[in-house]
């Protein structure tokens, strides 16, 4: 039996199905990402997890305990919101400390282990702080340093990133992989950005409709998705008769389906294409080499090879 | 541009001088109305002299009737915070159409005349003919009508149940600010229902609590409706004695100077407490 493993799992709000029959195994020290659009399910399965929703039918164990028989405030499970929920009264130590305190830890040990937290998050010079006095990547690291702090058996993160800027939010999924690689905790990602989901996870589940529609690591999801589901959803697509075209995958060739560049757009380090052809119209990416590329308006051949 | 900058000041002279008008004119007349003489036969007299400042000073008479307006609007805000702050919390919780309805029935009893709502009490609880007086007695709970007519326990009740709105709505204004993940977040780190309360929900609407008890305080103790009809003639507080002073005894000076050192002792607390309530919370909510 695995780690954490949902059996079954629904959930009904009135006669909306959020969740419908899931199932899902998530192994000990993995990083996995449920990943869908809103409406999903994806929240209301974390939120089953967490205890704050009790599930219609179906079972969740930990480590082999039924979890749903735990109330949620025994649960000790490190979850960081959306929102990041800090708590706006107390300083970025008192917040850390609550955890510690709930537990009956002892002072000396407690303040230790603040300490060492926040050092983790690299936030060790601003215990005194209040949250609003800090910017939100730093309010995020202290929303995760509180979940860790107590040790929890899962980490559960409900799109921890949403709130922060593109460059910023880059950085820290860089550091979130690291810091979860360094204390190995079990980690639950909510999320609906693909891209997310793919740099932080060992494995995706990608769920539609309350159901999970895949649930491999990201590289096989990306080249090989179970249904049009996902690979819509994971990236780019193209439905070129009858098959479906990554667009990076095609290249201007000598020969091969003849069309016409509709528009050409420069993104930096690669050139989006959408191109007019006879089965309808391809996007395109290149990547930018720095050779002159096809302009619009321009007849061009496309071509890719068959996997 | 000049006409530019004079276009706000003109915009609002309208309002301004509505508002001198009606309120600083009347106000300035009240004050030097307080230094003026008064006799008997002779009515009243524009000099300016302390005589009225000195005895509302000196006599324990108003001393005494200051002392049990502020006791009673200390206790009428403590009250209504004991009450209201739970009352908002549980509103807050509720889901529709619940919400709604409840907010209803507890900003209902602005729309309804404070008159209405203070005999509403005088007949339940009036003397030997009050209606709850009349069932205990037949039941046999009590022996004599329960004392409420004439009583400050009377006036904090009526004035709690009057100027409860008040204190619910600024509390629920602090809760509606809250993160609604935060509960759950204090949950999840181990915390229980009560600790969450206590340590997570109440610091945060404390700044909540705080003006909304100023609001009560000072509604309280510049009353008039509520303890004329509860404490009469024989009960008096102190906007009470000021229109006493007006239109029984007719010494008007003395009235002013009751009337003008209640205004100041209210501005002075309410300021006073603002002051501290934003120094205190400052720097956690800004």
Redesign the interface.
């Known amino acids: 039996m695995a780690f954490l493993a949902l059996e079954g799992l629904t959930r009904k709000f009135g006669t909306h199905l959020a969740v419908d029959g899931l199932s899902l195994g998530v192994e000990k020290g993995e990083f996995v990402a449920l990943l869908g659009p809103s409406g999903c399910g994806k929240t209301t399965t974390l939120q089953m997890i967490?205890?704050?929703v009790e599930p219609t039918s179906g079972a969740i164990a930990l480590d082999g305990r039924d979890l749903l028989a735990v109330k949620?405030?025994?649960?000790?499970?490190?979850?960081v919101?959306?929102?990041y929920?800090?708590?706006?009264?107390m300083t970025v130590a008192e917040n850390v400390a609550?955890?510690l305190e709930?537990?009956g830890v002892a002072t000396a040990e407690r303040t230790r282990r603040v300490a060492e937290t926040l050092e983790l998050v690299g936030l060790g010079t601003f215990a005194a702080r209040?949250p609003?006095?800090m910017s939100g990547g730093q309010q995020q690291r202290v929303a995760l340093a509180?979940a860790l702090v107590?040790r929890p058996q899962i980490l559960l993160l409900d799109e921890p990133l949403s709130n922060l800027d593109a460059k910023l939010r880059e950085e820290m999924q860089i550091e979130l992989r690291q810091i979860q690689r360094s204390v190995g905790t079990t980690t639950i990602l909510v999320t609906h950005d693909q891209g997310e989901a793919m740099a932080l996870s060992d494995r995706i589940a990608v769920m539609n409709h309350g159901k999970v529609e895949q649930f491999a690591p990201p590289h096989e999801a990306y080249e090989r998705p179970a249904t049009p589901f996902v690979a819509s959803f994971l990236g780019k697509t193209n439905l070129v008769g009858g098959t479906t075209v990554r667009p990076e995958k095609i290249s201007f060739a000598a020969s091969g389906l003849a069309g016409r560049v509709k528009t050409r757009i420069f993104q930096g380090n690669h050139w989006l294409y959408q191109v007019d052809t006879p089965s309808g119209l391809v996007t395109v990416i290149r990547q930018n080499s720095g050779e002159t590329m096809p302009g619009e308006g321009e007849t061009v051949h496309l071509a890719w090879g068959t996997t | 541009m000049r006409a530019m900058k004079a276009a706000p000041y003109l915009l609002s002279t309208p309002a301004l001088l509505l508002f001198g008008a009606i309120v600083v004119v009347p106000l300035a007349m009240t004050v030097a109305l307080s230094f003026h003489d008064w006799g008997q036969y002779k009515g009243i007299e524009p000099v300016s002299i302390l005589k009225n400042w000195h005895e509302v000073f000196t006599d324990s008479y108003f001393l005494e009737m200051f002392w049990r307006t502020f006791r009673i609007a200390l206790l009428v805000t403590l009250l209504t915070a004991v009450l209201g702050v739970p009352e908002a919390y549980i509103l807050n919780r509720m889901r529709s159409p619940w919400r709604g309805i409840f907010l209803l029935v507890i900003l209902g009893p602005l729309l309804i005349s404070v008159v209405a709502r203070t005999l509403g009490w005088a007949l339940l609880f009036g003397g030997s003919s009050g209606i709850v007086n009349k069932a205990l007695m037949s039941m046999g709970v009590i022996s004599s009508p329960l004392p409420f007519m004439f009583t400050e326990t009377g006036m904090v009740v009526a004035l709690a149940h009057v100027l409860m709105p008040y204190m619910v709505l600024a509390v629920w204004a602090a809760l509606q600010r809250l993160?609604?993940?935060?509960e759950?977040?204090?949950?999840?780190?181990?915390?229980?229902p009560f600790?969450v309360v206590r340590?997570?929900v109440l610091?945060?609407i404390m700044p909540g609590i705080l003006s909304g008890g100023v609001i009560v305080f000072a509604l309280a103790a510049s009353a008039f409706a509520t303890p004329a009809i509860i404490g009469g003639r024989r009960l008096k507080v102190a906007s009470t004695l000021a229109y006493d002073e007006f239109l029984n005894t007719l010494n008007w000076p003395l009235g002013a100077a009751v009337a003008v050192l209640l205004l100041l002792a209210l501005i002075a607390i309410v300021v006073a407490s603002s002051r501290l309530v934003e120094k205190r919370y400052a720097?956690?909510?800004?």
Request: zero cysteines; a positive charge; charged letters at 10%.
């Open positions: 967490a205890g704050f949620p405030a025994k649960r000790g499970l490190g979850i919101f959306q929102s929920a800090l708590f706006p009264h609550f955890g709930m537990q209040y609003r006095q509180r107590i | 993160d609604p993940q935060i759950n977040a204090a949950v999840a780190l181990g915390a229980g600790t340590r997570i610091p945060q720097q956690v909510f800004g």
